[in-house]
């Protein structure tokens, strides 16, 4: 068993001693354990060149098409950490929280996932044995829920890319200055419980893992965010009363007869779980419709393009 331990936090900070509680409960379990620190990384920013998914769709409609990867791959750290990160059965990620949502270095290592995703990896053989990866989320602020409300949402939209399931959460709260969460011996306690169902989900058959956080934690019953908001047409017609923001699963707001409401999904709810790969298969064809429908009609906008583009204003 081997499990991966990623911060995003100060060295010596609150995420960086959470994650290494829980990761000390794994090598107690017997657990190979690895442990980074994206400050020690030279992580660069996703370029948005859509070099990857236009790659990845040349392989799809022809197999002997050679996929090269990010363009980035020989310029940083990410491929080194990602060629690793996709051998290991758990990983426990530590991010702090700023301005609501996490930390910019996380979503600018998260965001490098596209040119990484697993099931297409696995499918052209770059990545040979799939590692069912089960992950931990902890979120780390210096205040409670309500200056944190995005940070462990939008930590869990970023685990798709890698086909991660997310067995358990934690916010950490109230943590300002480095070392505060000593202070906590709750919080501590919690990250360790992490490690240990982290050991619990790789030790169960892919097939039966379930969620192990809180029952109640959030709204959503599919992946447990706290994001539910009114669903909107998509692409292809298909529309939900409310969906869940983070892995899209659709259904409607009942009354719990408490008082409150609770989110039940749909009989058809989970034809948009991101988790699924078909049902993320599902928009992919959404992007191929987007970009056949802009290839077709290039022509119209030739001489707008060459307008904005000659187009300056001052900057700084
Ligand atoms: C730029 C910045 C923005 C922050 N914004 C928030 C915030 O919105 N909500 C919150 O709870 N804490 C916020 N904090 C506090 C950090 O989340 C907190 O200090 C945390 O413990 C840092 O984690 P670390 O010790 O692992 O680095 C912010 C800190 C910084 C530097």
Redesign the pocket.
Known sequence: MKIMGI????H???????VKEALSACKEAGAECVLINLFDYNIRHCTGCESCTVQMGQVAMDPTKKYKGCVLKDKDDMDKIVNVMQTCNGVII????????P?ALYLTFAQRFLAYELSFRLQIGDVTEDPHTVAGLIA?????RD??TL?LDAMGATMFTQSVRVVDQMM???????G??LLRPEQLARARKMGEHIVEAVNTPVEERHWMGEPDFGMCPNCHSSLIYKGEKHWDGIQFPFECAVCGAGGDLVPDGNGSYKFVLAENGLIRDRNINSARAEHLNEIMETRKDFFARQGEIKDLMKHYKDMTFPAV
């Open positions: 911060v995003a936090g100060r010596g900070g609150n995420s960086e001693i959470l530590g991010v702090p929280t700023y301005d609501l949502t930390s780390c602020g210096g205040s409670c200056w944190q940070t950490a709260t109230r943590n300002g200055r480095p505060n969460v």
